[in-house]
């Protein structure tokens, strides 16, 4: 990839046909031409968002990391933004969605802690009211 070449949506969108196909993920343009026949998902999935902004699809399947190097493999250029152009479904501020929702499983992790912790006195105080009862 050539740092100062971008590319515009209108050039991305000639390229969406299986014999040439561009993508845009998060503002970055990406030729899948040669990935269509490896992609898991099939290659209507790819066709589908040819030549468009292909971020809030990528995003929502929840793409592995190595899916992301295999995507910065194919990198071409920056897209280089003109009035008119669509927006992005998918912005940065979904990035505090996704810390959200991992504060939310570690706040779980804490309850079950206490639970635990809770169990563990309560079983104590049992054996120890057991063990001066039975000294009776």
Known sequence: MSETQELTYAEVAEHSSKKSLYLVVHDKIYNVTEFIDEHPGGEEVL??????????????????????????????????????????KVSSSSAPTATSTSSGSAGLGVVTYAIVLLGAVMAFAAWKYLAAKEGE
């Open 47 to 88: 066709l589908d968002v040819g030549g468009q902004d292909a971020t809030e699809a990528f995003e929502d399947v929840g793409h592995s990391d190595e899916a992301r190097e295999i995507l910065q493999g194919l990198l071409v250029a920056p897209l280089k933004r003109q009035d008119g152009d669509p927006h992005p």
